[in-house]
Nanobody, 119 residues
């Protein structure tokens, strides 16, 4: 079993930045691809970014490409999502997922962290 806890969300003005963190406990996630998804009110959950186990391969949704960077520190069992140039349409609950390099999620989810971008 993998337990994921997200943090770092909050309220930010458009154009601002946030860094989300996802700390894993239980089974180590060093061998897993890790991903970030988000879900806005009234919308389906969507893929944001993914990173393979070594950190050498990353994948981004077109909507965030060039504005977000996913990274990981396997020694800390932690994955990060640096988000820059935030837009109001980035407002959503952001979820960490173990197993996702792309839009197909793995089996383990965190509880989510709210990101709100004001215009």
């Amino acid at each position: 079993q993998v337990h994921l806890v997200e943090s770092g969300g909050g309220l930010v003005q458009a154009g601002g930045s946030l860094r989300l963190s996802c700390a894993a406990s239980g089974r180590a996630v060093v061998g897993y691809a890790m991903g970030w998804f988000r879900q806005a009110p009234g919308k389906e959950r969507e893929f944001v970014a993914g990173i393979n186990w070594s950190g050498r391969n990353t994948n981004y949704a077109d909507t965030v490409k060039g504005r977000c960077t996913i990274s990981r520190e396997n020694t800390k069992n932690t994955v990060y999502l640096q988000m820059n140039s935030l837009k109001p349409e980035d407002t959503a609950v952001y979820y960490c997922n173990a197993g996702a390099l792309g839009p197909a999620p793995g089996n383990f989810w965190g509880q989510g962290t709210q990101v709100t971008v004001s215009s």
